[in-house]
T-cell receptor, first 115, second 115 residues
Framework: DGGITQSPKYLFRKEGQNVTLSCEQN?????MYWYRQDPGQGLRLIYY???????QKGDIAEGYSVSREKKESFPLTVTSAQKNPTAFYLC??????????????FGAGTRLSVL | AQKITQTQPGMFVQEKEAVTLDCTYD???????LFWYKQPSSGEMIFLIY??????QNATEGRYSLNFQKARKSANLVISASQLGDSAMYFC????????????FGRGTQLTVWP
């Protein structure tokens, strides 16, 4: 089945540790996105990428890093510089066809907590 | 950037009744898209319905319809014949009408359907 796979479902981070959240899609979508969701809040954009080997900062990129070495994969690293990483992280992807409706489809999310 | 406002933190509706979830947006872009997503307690974001700013008719998808009033900058979601499974968080979002694809989200409305 086509879709977006995020792993792990739950992740725990120790003080000073970097952790990486995985996002893989087999929808042949060009663009991929990482959002953060805090309780009572909407989704906020961390990073996005429209093509391989290129990505842009979103609204809350500080303390995060990404890579886009393959079209299918867009991993997110939460670095030790991110002082409040506890949140629900959602990955999304979409095609980027001019003149078409580019609907974002989401993975099931990763819930990150700090030990 | 788009600003999305959802003023109803929570809404309650009896099964089989219709319910309207409010969404207003603020944009200076001439072209944009409006989206509604459903987020059950499991966390994944499910796309429901889309309305383009130039669409003359209100969008409909099964029991979902979007009441689009461009002059008022509102894009309310109407769910007809509510079902217990409709209980979830609902998010309104907008893009900027380009292939950039990033979405701006409201804070969401928690809908509870009671028997």
């Amino acid at each position: 089945d086509g879709g977006i796979t995020q792993s792990p479902k739950y992740l725990f981070r120790k003080e000073g540790q970097n952790v990486t959240l995985s996002c893989e899609q087999n929808l042949n979508h060009d663009a991929m996105y990482w959002y953060r969701q805090d309780p009572g809040q909407g989704l906020r954009l961390i990073y996005y990428s429209q093509i391989v080997n290129d990505f842009q900062k979103g609204d809350i990129a500080e303390g995060y890093s990404v890579s886009r070495e393959k079209k299918e994969s867009f991993p997110l690293t939460v670095t030790s510089a991110q002082k409040n990483p506890t949140a629900f992280y959602l990955c999304a992807s979409t095609r980027t066809s001019a003149g078409a409706v580019n609907i974002q489809y989401f993975g099931a999310g990763t819930r990150l907590s700090v030990l | 950037a788009q600003k999305i406002t959802q003023t109803q933190p929570g809404m309650f509706v009896q099964e089989k009744e219709a319910v309207t979830l409010d969404c207003t947006y603020d944009t200076s872009d001439p072209s944009y898209g409006l989206f509604w997503y459903k987020q059950p307690s499991s966390g994944e974001m499910i796309f429901l319905i889309y309305q383009g700013s130039y669409d003359q008719q209100n969008a409909t998808e099964g029991r979902y319809s979007l009441n689009f009033q461009k002059a008022r900058k509102s894009a309310n979601l109407v769910i007809s014949a509510s079902q217990l499974g409709d209980s979830a968080m609902y998010f309104c979002a907008a893009d900027r009408g380009s292939t950039l694809g990033r979405l701006y989200f409201g804070r969401g409305t928690q809908l509870t359907v009671w028997p």
